[in-house]
């Protein structure tokens, strides 16, 4: 990750490579919730059997001990920066990285439970308004550099792959700028599975909550964090360099403010939670035409 710059970076050498055989790592399990055990005196949050946190902890994970993948092919390197990786494709032309790789896993889960009107996510163009998935696949008028274009899909085209040329459009015209558009923001004493660390100022990185534990005596919470980065790459589980005896995990009862990750320092004023967009009727007087 040469093109970061060491401000941004915590140097691998600050904390021993977390060990992958832990008691709080399944190296059997192939699932977030399988593959990591909370730590000693804390239990997974309850959470609804239809929601975004139970999403979250079913994702699947590659083998243990696997590297993570560059969209070119390349391995990257574990420099004491993941526990584990996703098995999650990379999608196409190096467009998922670290905001779109969160928008992936919300339309994700909000497709497979069927609730395709709330698939929205703001756009990067003249005027920065949100576009539905469902408004998409019926078709939009798009002006893309003085050319006209439709995004109304064939009728006999499988539902899915709708879905899926749906985000590499979003994926193409979003980044974390626009992200922040669709969330709000939370404190860390209310942190859930879903929620993000998202800073926008360059370079800029966002990485995702995958689980959250409480200890049910003191009310202590840590958590689990997920990243994909630039360029591309298959979304990894992070270890925690600032404290190997919780790694993977992170804490919340820490009074410092700074939550650092492997390759970027985030805030706790930056923890955000997606908000679902606000159902407004199309005017039949009006077009809806996208400028970019």
């Known amino acids: 990750m040469h093109w970061l710059t060491a401000a941004m970076v915590v140097l691998c050498t600050c904390a021993p490579l977390v060990a992958q055989h832990s008691s709080m790592i399944d ?3 192939y699932t977030v919730e399988a593959r990591f055990k ?3 005196g804390y239990k997974r949050i309850e959470v609804e059997t239809t929601s975004f946190a139970h999403y979250l902890r079913g994702l699947r994970m590659l083998s243990d001990g696997a590297s993570a993948i560059y969209h070119d092919g390349t391995v990257k390197p574990n420099h004491n920066i993941y526990a584990g990786v996703l098995d999650l494709d990379m999608g196409v032309e190096g467009l998922q990285k670290e905001a779109q790789f ?4 919300r339309g994700e889960y909000l497709f497979g439970q069927g609730q395709y009107a709330k698939i929205a996510f703001t756009v990067n163009n003249s ?3 949100r576009v539905s998935y469902v408004e998409w696949a019926e078709g939009l008028e ?3 550099n003085d050319q006209t274009y439709w995004t109304k899909q064939p009728a006999d085209i499988d539902r899915y792959r709708t879905f899926r040329r749906y985000l590499e459009f979003i994926f193409t015209y979003s980044d974390i700028t626009t992200l922040l558009a669709d969330v709000q923001s939370v404190t860390a004493r209310d942190i859930m ?3 993000m660390l998202v800073q ?9 909550v995958l689980d959250v534990a409480e200890n049910p005596v003191t009310g202590d919470r840590v958590f689990l964090l997920a990243q994909s980065y630039r360029p591309a790459q298959t979304p990894q589980v992070l270890i925690n360099p600032a404290d190997n005896t ?3 995990w992170y804490g919340t009862s820490i009074t410092e403010d700074k939550i650092s990750t492997p390759e970027y320092v985030f805030y706790k004023r930056d923890l955000r939670r997606f908000r679902d967009p606000v159902a407004t009727p199309p005017s039949p007087k009006k077009k809806n035409v996208f400028y970019f």
């Open 27 to 29: 190296p059997m399990g």
């Open 102 to 105: 969160c928008m992936r896993l």
């Open 127 to 129: 005027s920065r308004k």
């Open 38 to 40: 909370p730590p000693e």
């Open 246 to 248: 919780l790694s993977p």
């Open 142 to 144: 798009m002006i893309i």
């Open 193 to 195: 599975p879903g929620d």
């Open 200 to 208: 926008s100022a360059r370079p800029g990185h966002v990485v995702i």
